[in-house]
Structures are given as structure tokens and as C-alpha cells.
């Protein structure tokens, strides 16, 4: 990196910013001895953030409920975002199943299940509030079906698309998402 700017620090200081390390505020450390406790309120930080980067879209998540079959994303015939997904329906059925995640079209989100209505026995909907990962806001809303073990129709809402889950005929291993807006 260009260390002739005054001062040196300026180019690495941007840079750090620029991938959430460092904060405005920070900046007049640069020009004072630096402590211990700042050295290392910075190295955590990048580690953090570095852990943050690699592990996003990378890597399967504890309790993902969704997450998309590699190779199977298509443009369906209306001109949407199709593909095939895998769900654990272990998670889903679990009563003890408080925050999961769900991988759509490469793009992850929290899920907070927000309640369960019970139909019959084996019959219920669980109902999730969607969040978004960089931010923690709350951005959407998330139902799934199940009857007897399996995924019956599931629904997906986000501010600008929605995504309809739904059941192949041919097996049981993995669903089907629709963007539908």
C-alpha cells in the first residue's frame, strides 16, 4: 500500500474502515502512542470481522434449516429465481428449536421462531421472524407446514422477494423454492 500520503497511516486507516475494523473515531489514536488495550481492541476486532468473512455463505451453519442444492439454481419460465433446497426437517420438528438459519440463493438469514400451532398429532405450523445478519433487523417473516414428518408448503417473506417452498414428487431428500415477487 502508498505510504507517501501525510499522514502514513491514512491509505491502511481507509482500508481498515472500509471493512468495519476501525471506526471514525479511532482515527486520532493514529497520531498519539498507541496503548496496549487499543493494539489489541483492534486485532480482535479483525479477527471478528475475519471470522465473519470467512465464514459467510461458506460454510454449512449450526441449525440451518435451509440451504440451497449446489448446481440447482434456474431461471424458472417466469424470468424468477428457482432452485432445489435441502431442508432438515430434524430442526423443524424439534420443540426445543428456537434460532436457525436459512441459505437462499446464496444470501443467509436468521430465523427466531416466533410460535407453533399444532393441528391433530402430527400436524403443525411453525412460524419464524427473519433477520438479517449484518444488521440484526428484523426483515421478514417465515411459516413451514409439516404433517407426519414432512414438509408440506413453507413461505418465505423479505421485503422484496417472496419464496414459495414446496415438495418434489419424485423424492423426499430435498424441496423445491420459487421466488414468487
Not at 398429532?121 to 404433517?147: H, K, M, P, Q, W
Request: aromatic residues 14%; negative net charge.
Amino acid at each position: 500500500m502508498d505510504e507517501t500520503p501525510n499522514p502514513r497511516w491514512k491509505n491502511y486507516f481507509e482500508e481498515a474502515q472500509s471493512m468495519g475494523i476501525v471506526s471514525p473515531a479511532d482515527a486520532i489514536t493514529f497520531d498519539n502512542p498507541i496503548t496496549r488495550y487499543e493494539v489489541a481492541l483492534f486485532l480482535y476486532r479483525f479477527k471478528v470481522k475475519y471470522q465473519m468473512i470467512n465464514s459467510l455463505n461458506t460454510n454449512k451453519l449450526e441449525n440451518e434449516i435451509i440451504n440451497s442444492v449446489p448446481g440447482s439454481i434456474i431461471t424458472g419460465s417466469n424470468g424468477l429465481q428457482e432452485s432445489n433446497i435441502y431442508v432438515d426437517m430434524n430442526l423443524l420438528q424439534n420443540g426445543n428449536f428456537d434460532v436457525g438459519y436459512l441459505e437462499i440463493f446464496g444470501s443467509r438469514y436468521k430465523v427466531v421462531k416466533s410460535s407453533t400451532e399444532k393441528y391433530f398429532s402430527n400436524n403443525f405450523v411453525r412460524y419464524g421472524d427473519i433477520f438479517d445478519l449484518a444488521s440484526d433487523d428484523e426483515i421478514g417473516t417465515v411459516s413451514f407446514i409439516i404433517s407426519n414428518g414432512y414438509l408440506i408448503d413453507g413461505t418465505v417473506r423479505l421485503p422484496v422477494n417472496d419464496y414459495l417452498i414446496s415438495q418434489l414428487s419424485d423424492t423426499n431428500a430435498y424441496y423445491k423454492i420459487k421466488q414468487i415477487r
